[in-house]
């Protein structure tokens, strides 16, 4: 049981931490569909930093160090997103998709350097982090704590404040519901949304470390990142755009793929006989269904998608 809850709130935090980067994304009227791409780039610049900061550092180091790495890799690689829908007007769902297939390559060949620099007979695309990923973890009474788990608590916090407290959530809002309105009372639309996608980098870079950390100690990079970006787009809708419906949507679809961990630890479910891949689909199958029930009453921001132009007022 305490090895479920670890899981459940380990893969909850990763579907977070993405699913609030799309939601202020959204909120600003950008759809970024290339949140797996900026997981992908992210788990790459953090997994790099794990093996580049020295192991003998403190743990506050190795945590800092690897967060900021695939928060930074993440916001850069949000950037592609900002100037091609935002500055160039392009259409934000082929961008997205096309970020995604991007990244995927890209961290493929990169980790294929990297390996190959330090050993030439060496052309695997994984990275291994056995040891600084000890840091991560704190032991409490058989339940291992990671600090990403806080920072996914801390960003949930941070993110209500933000959005529904400050002046500048509700500048993004007005944007993602009315940019004309916005801007003929002084609101820089533009500047608005290119907050908005880099807020979205920050969090869904953080989600990629989160994500490849969470239950191995290397990563395959060529897998991506199986589809937790997508996952984290239905977590979002589902909790209806607002941070703390999608810490409990998060929970939810969380516990599903805890379940393809700890399966066999529950005599009943190893009774049953059903294959691992099952319970590997068990959260894709879960969103179908939540969606297919649940969107029809989705309350997106209204001028999501829709590119810019004062011409337009």
Not at 51 to 65: D, K, W
Not at 70 to 98: E, F, H, P
Not at 233 to 257: D, N, S, T
Request: glycine content about 10%.
């Amino acid at each position: 049981m305490i090895l479920l809850l670890q899981y459940t709130i380990i893969f909850a935090s990763v579907l977070m931490l993405v699913a609030l980067g799309g939601c202020f994304s959204e909120h600003s009227g950008v759809i970024n569909l290339g949140l797996e791409g900026i997981m992908v780039i992210g788990a790459l610049g953090g997994a790099v930093a794990m093996n580049i900061i020295p192991s003998t550092a403190p743990a506050v180091v190795m945590v800092l160090g690897t967060a900021l790495a695939a928060i930074l890799c993440g916001m850069i690689y949000s950037v592609l997103l900002a100037v091609a829908c935002i500055n160039l007007k392009a259409d934000q769902t082929l961008v997205g998709t096309a970020m995604n297939m991007l990244a995927t390559a890209a961290a493929t060949v990169i980790v294929r350097a990297v390996n190959t620099a330090s050993d030439p007979n060496n052309v695997s695309t994984s990275l291994q982090y056995i040891e600084p990923k000890q840091k991560f973890l704190v032991n409490l009474g058989g339940f291992e704590f990671n600090w990403f788990m806080l920072m996914a608590v801390v960003a949930l916090i941070v993110s209500i404040i933000v959005l529904y407290k400050t002046r500048f959530g509700l500048r993004l809002r007005a944007c993602g519901e009315n940019p004309q309105a916005a801007d003929s009372v002084g609101i820089n639309v533009y500047k608005m949304r290119w907050a908005g996608v880099l807020i979205s980098g920050l969090l869904g870079g953080l989600g990629g470390i989160v994500y490849i950390t969470a239950g191995v100690s290397e990563w395959k990079f060529e897998v991506g990142v199986a589809g937790f970006g997508f996952l984290s787009l239905a977590v979002m809708i589902f909790g209806q755009w607002k941070p703390e419906k999608i810490g409990l949507a998060a929970l939810l679809f969380g516990f599903f793929r805890a379940l393809s961990n700890v399966y066999t630890s529950f005599g009943w479910l190893a009774a049953l006989n059903l294959p691992s891949t099952f319970y590997n689909m068990l959260p894709y199958i879960i969103s179908l269904v939540v969606l297919a029930f649940t969107s029809k009453n989705s309350a997106a921001p209204k001028a999501e998608g829709i590119p810019y132009d004062k011409g337009t007022r």
